[in-house]
């Protein structure tokens, strides 16, 4: 027990000084770059969760990856979103720390992380192209990087983004693209909307806010959606700080985990938001 208490001890402080490494140059960019933008946001998150699924790469005879789950799971967040004079960038990462279990097996921590800019037609070109809900059409690209949690993988995304105009939303996305896996033949689309909704119960104020991706089959992997929805609770109220920190849930729904048939995931995850 003293062992496995040593060793949980000094993976977090691993994790959190891998952590501060990683995030502290944002944060000294907000406050480098904050004439250079015509709005900008960063926040850090801590999530916790357990009983997430494992590809087991081995397929039964009917074609289903085989899953395993995976013991108590840590993850550090940081978001960053911005607006320019002709579009807007939004970026984040993940920090995965895979905790070690009771029998002392030692879990490697893991980064993945998302770079999504958007270039706004309408402000390029001067013409207003709002239609029913939507706002404004822009070309829209994501390059997403893991560092060996799914495998390791590189994604190139591109095609186009919708904003939309959606009645008390602080803001709503759709963004459809074209989707190339590099280790898989072909390509295929991809379909993410995201989204955030301020709403009250009593006293208390609340958002609720996340994003779906739903991708094709490609190559060997399936059709899959992954779904991240949180409701958060706005603690920073309390202290007269609205809008600064959060508490809440966001919970994981995967079906078809990475592309891989029959891994198939659902875990609420306890998280704290702190807004910059």
Not at 56 to 77: E, L, Q, W, Y
Not at 232 to 240: E, I, N, Q
Request: aromatic letters at 14%.
């Amino acid at each position: 027990m003293k062992r496995f208490t040593r060793s949980t001890l000094s993976r977090s402080l691993s994790f959190l000084t891998l952590a501060a490494s990683l995030l502290l140059p944002l944060a000294v960019a907000e406050n480098a770059h904050a004439g250079a933008a015509l709005w900008q946001s960063t926040n850090f998150q801590y999530i916790w969760g357990s009983g997430y699924r494992n590809p087991s790469f081995v397929p039964d005879a009917n074609g289903h990856m085989a899953s395993t789950k995976d013991s108590n799971r840590s993850t550090i967040t940081v978001e960053h979103a911005d607006a320019w004079k002709y579009g807007d960038n939004f970026v984040f990462f993940d920090i995965t720390n895979g905790e070690v279990n009771r029998k002392g097996t030692d879990k490697k921590t893991s980064i993945y992380g998302e770079l999504s800019p958007r270039l706004s037609l309408g402000k390029i070109s001067g013409q207003d192209l709002s239609f029913l809900f939507v706002k404004d059409v822009l070309l829209a690209g994501t390059l997403e990087v893991d560092g060996g949690g799914g495998g390791g993988f590189h994604n190139y995304l591109y095609g186009l983004g919708f904003s939309l105009n959606l009645p008390k939303f602080n803001f709503a996305d759709l963004n459809v693209y074209v989707r190339n896996d590099t280790n898989q033949s072909g390509v295929t689309y991809q379909i993410t909307p995201c989204w955030q909704l301020p709403f009250a119960v009593g006293k208390a104020d609340f958002v609720f806010e996340g994003f779906a991706d739903i991708a094709g089959p490609e190559g060997d992997l399936s059709f899959n959606v992954d779904v991240q929805p949180r409701l958060l609770l706005d603690l920073g109220k309390v202290w007269d700080k609205p809008g600064n920190l959060y508490f809440g849930t966001e919970v994981m729904i995967w079906h078809n985990k990475y592309g891989f048939k029959g891994v198939n995931e659902f875990v609420p995850q306890a998280m704290v938001k702190w807004v910059l």
